[in-house]
Structure formats: structure tokens, C-alpha cells
């Protein structure tokens, strides 16, 4: 049984380094944005509890970004935590927003991606709001991949917040409604967004086998191409994220249809 696993993971790894040697680094999405699912799933088939899971999920988050700087993506989104998930059990939701604010620290402690928040920074703990912001803060000199951590996030919030922030800037320089109606866009409307002057999303790469995106990122995904993988966040690998990548380079983007 130790040999055929060690076997299998020899064989793992030759295909990724060969998977990777023929990656067009030309060809390589942007801006990927993950939903990171699957992490209970993951750790009820281990027999082990849930928040164990969710610290699986957390502990693979350096590995994925590593592998992304490897791969010369620019941007990524990470969604840790949604809306919705505010509605789980207080004994599950307590400790899972403990373990993201550890990641936040540790990724930025580690000095060698920008972090950046999108979400609604109200509706989360005073201490996480305050780990945001110090993260941002010793980050924002850092000229390398950008990390977008989702975090409070659900995509029609965010365009709820993105026609406020709008609504409230005109009120604030004195503009008439029919000249604000008669000007809105959707560049304006994308000014507004938490990911404003940043790329919209080139690949979404969703784990745990579910098909859908679940109100992931809804307005900036509009063209973003998707690759639904099987396999539970805690164990995504190398090679799945190559495969993703090459299933991207091998499709023929056609904006519009």
C-alpha cells in the first residue's frame, strides 16, 4: 500500500513537471479568481472535524498562490468567507473566521503578494476588520501578485454597495438625478465595484465537483471562462491547477458569444 502510494505520487508529480514544461506562459489567464469548496466534505471523509477542514483549506492557500506567481498570473481572488455563511451555526462560524484571520496575517507577513479586501467590511469582527486593514497597509508597496481576499463577499451585495457608492459620490458633488441617470454606464458602475481598477476575472476555478458559481464575482465574470474541478480544496494539487490552466489555454475565448 506505501509503495503503490509512493508510486502514485512519483507518477503525479512527472506529469505536472511535464504538463508544465509545455505551458505558453503567454497564454495564461490574468486574473483567476477560486472558490475554494468542499473543505467540510473533505474532512468528514478523513474523519476528521470540520474546522480541521477549514484549516486545511487555509493551509493550502500559500501553496496555490506559489504556484500562481510560478505561473505569472497578476491577480487572484480568493473567496474565504460569503455572505451566506453568516448564517452557519455560531460553534462552526466562530472558529472559521478565527482561521481567516490568521491567514490574512500570514499572508501578509510573508511579504511577497499584496493583499487586498473585497466585501462588505461591516458585517465582520472588529479584529478582522482591523486585520484587513493592517494587512492592506504593509502590503500595498509590494509589486507582485495581487491577492484579493473575499472575504463577507456576495456578488449581489456587491453590486447593491456598488449603486450606493455611486448614488452617495453624485449626491456628494451635487448631481442632479436625471444628469446621474443619463450618465450611468457600465464603466461607471464598474468604478464602483470592490475590485475597481483591477481586471475583471479570466478563470474561475471552482473545487468539489459543484457546477455553479454560487454569486461569485456575478458582474466582473460576465466573459471569465470556468473549470470545475472534482477534487476538495484541502487536496487540490499541482497538477490539478496546471490542468485548469492548460483547459484555458485550449479554449477559444469569443467575447459576447
Given at each position: 500500500?506505501?509503495l ?17 514544461g ?12 477560486v472558490i ?18 477549514h ?9 496555490f ?9 497578476e ?11 453568516f ?10 473566521l ?7 496575517r ?5 511579504g511577497?503578494?499584496r ?6 467590511l ?34 449581489r ?17 451635487g ?5 446621474l441617470?443619463?450618465?450611468?454606464d457600465?464603466?461607471m ?37 470556468y473549470?470545475?474541478?472534482e ?5 487540490f ?6 490542468r ?13 458569444g
Amino acid at each position: 500500500m506505501i509503495l503503490r502510494d509512493k508510486l502514485r505520487g512519483l507518477l503525479v508529480r512527472l506529469y505536472a513537471r511535464r504538463v508544465e514544461g509545455h505551458l505558453d506562459h503567454a497564454q495564461v489567464p490574468k486574473h483567476i479568481g477560486v472558490i475554494m469548496d468542499g473543505n467540510r466534505r473533505w474532512a468528514k471523509a478523513a474523519g476528521s472535524s470540520t474546522v480541521r477542514g477549514h484549516q486545511a483549506g487555509a493551509d493550502k492557500i500559500e501553496e496555490f498562490l506559489g504556484w500562481c506567481t510560478e505561473a505569472d498570473v497578476e491577480v487572484v481572488t480568493l473567496w474565504l468567507l460569503s455572505t451566506d455563511n453568516f448564517d452557519r451555526p455560531q460553534a462552526e462560524l466562530r472558529p472559521l473566521l478565527g482561521i481567516i484571520e490568521d491567514t490574512v496575517r500570514t499572508l501578509a507577513a510573508e511579504g511577497r503578494w499584496r493583499v487586498h479586501h473585497v466585501g462588505a467590511l461591516d458585517l465582520l469582527p472588529g479584529g478582522l476588520q482591523r486585520t484587513l486593514k493592517e494587512a492592506e497597509a504593509a502590503t500595498a508597496h509590494i509589486d507582485g501578485l495581487l491577492v484579493n481576499v473575499a472575504i463577507g463577499y456576495g456578488g449581489r451585495q456587491e453590486i447593491a454597495d456598488a449603486v450606493r457608492s455611486m448614488l452617495l459620490d453624485a449626491h456628494d458633488r451635487g448631481v442632479p438625478m436625471e444628469e446621474l441617470a443619463d450618465s450611468v454606464d457600465i464603466d461607471m458602475i464598474g468604478r464602483h465595484l470592490y475590485t475597481s481598477d483591477q481586471p475583471d476575472p479570466d478563470l474561475v476555478i471552482r473545487t468539489s465537483g459543484e457546477q455553479r458559481l454560487s454569486g461569485f464575482m456575478l458582474w466582473q465574470t460576465a466573459h471569465a471562462e470556468y473549470y470545475f474541478c472534482e477534487v476538495f480544496w484541502p487536496a487540490f494539487r499541482k497538477v490539478d491547477f496546471l490542468r485548469a490552466l492548460r483547459d484555458y489555454a485550449a479554449r477559444h475565448r469569443r467575447y459576447g458569444g
